[in-house]
């Protein structure tokens, strides 16, 4: 079901089983507090976000900036900016809100759930919740451009996913949104099911949803293990041919973020 918004720069929003995504305007704020106690002086202009108690750094590399975010129950990040297009990720169930000078958008988010927002703007996210926040930042340093989408975020349905079952095991891959610059896909792997040899020109972000326990084996390359507990990501250089298979005895879910 699409629920469109009325504001001209909000991308609407939609659901597919239980993903959520949607984009967000360069939105706004009110005068929030900072989540780390250290200090009590506010930065009055935006910081980098490794500068930021909140932000735990997993990857940063010329394609991709990746970063764990925890806020404090009814604290908030400082003043942020990020240059580019990026994503949050939740990674617990989070009543949380990006704010800058004006105004607020509000994100409820349980675990798994999704957005993509827009780069350019200074702002913070606030934990309107009595629990700590818990999520994923992924900045893509080329852009997402979630205006041009070929597929998802408002644009048609993405139609291009795959599925199989086999007498080792079953796999699905399910796309969740495709833009000029970046292609987001869901992916469940039965005990020993495996996905089969897929290729990516640019870089590859694989971000942990359930404990993973795979086999990537690459086409006249190397074969390793892969283990990542729920949030954890794992980069991956480009122009390879792989493919996964689960290890483990329990399904195996994750998202797989190709950059174009």
């Known amino acids: 079901m699409l629920l469109a918004s009325s504001h001209p720069k909000v991308f609407h929003r939609f659901v597919l089983t239980t993903w959520v995504l949607f984009g967000l305007l360069p939105a706004a704020a009110q ?73 607020e958008f509000s994100m409820g988010m349980q675990f798994g759930e999704m957005q993509v927002l827009k780069g350019g703007w200074p702002h913070r996210i606030a934990n309107k919740a009595d629990r700590p926040a818990h999520f994923l930042e992924l900045e893509i340093m080329q852009d997402i451009a979630p205006e041009r989408a070929i597929c998802g975020l408002g644009a048609s349905t993405c139609t291009d996913g795959k599925f199989g079952k086999t007498d080792e095991g079953s796999y699905s891959r399910s796309t969740l949104f495709d833009t000029e610059r970046a292609k987001l896909s869901r992916i469940d792997l039965g005990p020993a099911g495996w996905l089969p040899q897929h290729g990516h020109k640019g870089g590859q972000v694989l971000i942990g949803l359930s404990e993973l326990q795979l086999e990537d084996s690459v086409v006249g390359g190397r074969t390793e293990q892969v283990q990542l507990k729920p949030g954890a990501v794992q980069f991956y250089e480009g122009n390879i041919v792989h493919e996964f298979k689960n290890l483990a005895k329990q399904p195996a879910k994750f998202l797989e973020l190709e950059l174009k």
């Open 31 to 103: 005068n929030l507090t900072r989540s780390h106690p250290a200090t009590s002086i506010r930065r009055t202009g935006p910081v980098e976000l490794g500068a930021d108690a909140c932000f735990h750094k997993l990857v940063t590399n010329a394609q991709v900036r990746a970063f764990e975010v925890e806020i404090a129950p009814h604290q908030s990040t400082e003043l942020n900016h990020h240059g580019h297009d990026y994503l949050i990720i939740a990674l617990g169930d989070n009543d949380i809100a990006a704010s800058g000078p004006g105004n």
